[in-house]
């Protein structure tokens, strides 16, 4: 298993506790206090045993109707499979449709768990590169190239992970198109689907007319859950059973008191969801603007909460300069080869960090590239 960038950049962190840390992935506010005073309850009240495999009716019923409502997909309780976090669900959907020697289609960048997930289980990665100008989405073309009769799946990712691009309705329906007359299934990662900034999240699922979109979605970033690892796997009715006699010899069930917590997070305000939302707009705002003022180029994301930028002008590699970064001025951030190969002039940031730290890291970031 190739060790991902990340965590090379992290151990080295680990040796300087006064670093600033804009290599992490998760929300920097706390998990709502309703959340954690329904999972207490559930301990308190004795719901610590194993739960039904694919996770309490209660929450599965609960996630359909969204979905349903969501999606414009009508979705019933028995397809949704809830995961240890969205990395169990998508490993159990790949599980699910390929054996090995199968081909998956994705784009570069990409969330690097893919790569690894797909090495572990014998399926062979077809990345697409994608950039700026299509906004990281993979043009019709492209996806004609890379399908052969091996191909089970696209796995797409919006909004994204490094990139914050946001899929577009037009070209979500075009690749879902794309699928059915391939008849290939689409696994849709969105666990970002409720931080978007200006254009909201379209599902893959609301393109699906029959039954070949496997979407993944998490309470981690969603509700600032990161650590309680509940996701879920909303799949068609074949699949969805597949995922579910997958994850019985694997993990089994959830940790029960965590699910409770889940259904709180979905009865309760949604406030908070749409106060960080806020939040990671405001500072991406003041990141592009900080990094734009220095002739610096960045992606503007359209959700998630990262920002990919441009570091040619330090002529170094990705690695030399994340290393760099951190060894002269106490900044970690993500190389972009990390994200497959071929983004090696780029490093990612996250905004979900405190804000005064983010600015006084970016102002290093700028001062290292320009050094
Ligand atoms: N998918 C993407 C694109 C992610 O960035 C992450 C976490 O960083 C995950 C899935 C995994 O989320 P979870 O915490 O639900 O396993």
């Known amino acids: 298993m190739p060790r991902s960038g990340i965590r090379v950049i992290m151990d080295r962190a680990f040796r300087m506790p006064d670093c600033i840390r804009l290599e992490v992935g998760e929300p920097n506010f706390p998990t709502p206090p309703h959340v954690v005073d329904a999972a207490t309850q559930a301990a308190r009240d004795g719901r610590t045993r194993y739960t039904e495999n694919p996770g309490i009716p209660e929450l599965r019923t609960r996630i359909a109707e969204h979905f349903t409502r969501d999606t414009g997909r009508p979705t019933d309780a028995s397809q949704v499979t809830i995961t240890t976090g969205a990395v169990a669900a998508l490993y159990t959907a790949l599980m699910s449709i390929t054996n090995p020697g199968d081909e998956v289609i994705l784009t570069s960048p990409a969330w690097p768990n893919y790569l690894m997930q797909m090495k572990l289980l014998g399926i062979r990665p077809v990345a697409i590169p994608t950039t700026a100008e299509t906004d990281y989405a993979p043009s019709i073309s492209q996806l004609e190239s890379a399908i052969s009769g091996k191909t089970k799946a696209i796995l797409l990712n919006t909004p994204s992970n490094p990139t914050g691009a946001v899929i577009s309705n037009t070209t979500m329906a075009e690749i879902v198109d794309f699928a059915r007359q391939a008849d290939i299934y689409v696994v849709s990662d969105e666990v970002y689907d409720r931080m978007t900034f200006e254009n909201p999240h379209v599902s893959a699922a609301s393109h699906d007319t029959d039954g070949r979109v496997v979407c993944i979605h998490s309470f981690s970033k969603t509700y600032a859950m990161t650590g309680w690892r509940v996701g879920y796997a909303v799949a068609p009715p074949e699949i969805a059973q597949l995922i579910i006699n997958c994850q019985e010899p694997t993990v089994s069930c959830v940790n029960a008191p965590a699910q409770y917590g889940a259904i709180a997070a979905l009865d ?36 998630a909460f990262y920002i990919w930028v441009d570091i040619t002008d330090s002529g170094r590699s990705d690695m030399d300069f994340a290393m760099d970064l951190i060894d002269k001025r106490q900044v970690t951030v993500v190389p972009g080869s990390t994200f497959g190969p071929g983004n090696e002039g780029r490093i990612r940031i996250s905004l979900a960090t405190a804000t005064t730290d983010l600015y006084e890291g970016v102002s290093r970031l700028v001062e290292e590239i320009k050094s």
């Open 268 to 303: 309760g305000p949604q406030d908070v969801v749409l106060q960080m939302r806020d939040a990671y707009r405001a500072r991406r705002d003041e990141v592009l603007r900080l990094l734009s003022s220095s002739g610096i180029d960045a992606h503007k994301p359209g959700g």
